[in-house]
């Protein structure tokens, strides 16, 4: 895993000469992060990859690492509310700011998005779907009645290959109308 991250992070370097543009911190001494509202202590030398710091320092197994080049969304995590891949990302950089991971996203039970994926069937391997999981969540803190388009562009960025795409709408569906009240609709 840290070899794909790093191999992204050095195809970037190659593309956008200087360390700010690939999203490593250009501070040095120590730093913090808040990580599922947890603060987390770095140095801001420290070249980690934000996914190894997920996955690896903090133990956080639910964020995936698909290709390494923030190009599948499999390693999708919020910052400050928005989805933003992980794999490409030198923790550094977030600096000061607020990363969510599924782990993070409900303090008792499920939330209504995971319930309504598990309802729809929609985890066929579930590989992709804690990256999905975050962008549908940026979504519907953003419009809590996306239309079924809205939703589907929303979730243009993520590869999922098992052809779930039908039932992960209806999904995120499903749970903007648990969150506005609006009960549910039968799965299917």
């Known amino acids: 895993m840290e070899r794909r991250a790093a191999t992204g992070l050095a195809l970037c370097r190659r593309q956008f000469p200087g360390r700010g543009a690939c999203g490593a911190s250009v501070v040095t001494g120590a730093l913090s992060l808040q990580v599922n509202g947890q603060a987390v202590a770095m140095d801001a030398n420290d070249p ?5 710091l997920l996955r690896n320092r903090l133990g956080l197994k639910a964020t995936r ?19 933003v891949p992980s794999c490409g990302r030198e923790a550094a950089a977030f600096a000061g700011r607020a990363v969510t991971t599924v782990e993070g996203i409900s303090a008792g039970g499920l939330h209504p998005l ?10 066929q391997c579930g590989f992709c779907l804690s990256g999905i999981m975050m962008s549908g969540l940026a979504l519907l803190a953003a419009n809590p009645d996306p239309s079924r388009a809205e939703i589907a562009l929303a979730l243009d960025r993520h590869l999922c290959r098992c052809g779930a795409q039908n039932r992960i709408i209806a999904a995120v569906e499903r749970a ?11 799965a299917g």
């Open 65 to 83: 690492l698909g290709c390494g080049l923030e190009q599948c969304g499999a390693c999708m995590v919020l910052v400050d509310g928005e989805p």
């Open 176 to 186: 903007a109308s648990v969150l506005r009240g609006g009960g549910v609709h039968a």
């Open 48 to 52: 980690v990859m934000l996914i190894e």
């Open 114 to 123: 995971q319930q309504a994926l598990i309802d729809e069937q929609a985890g």
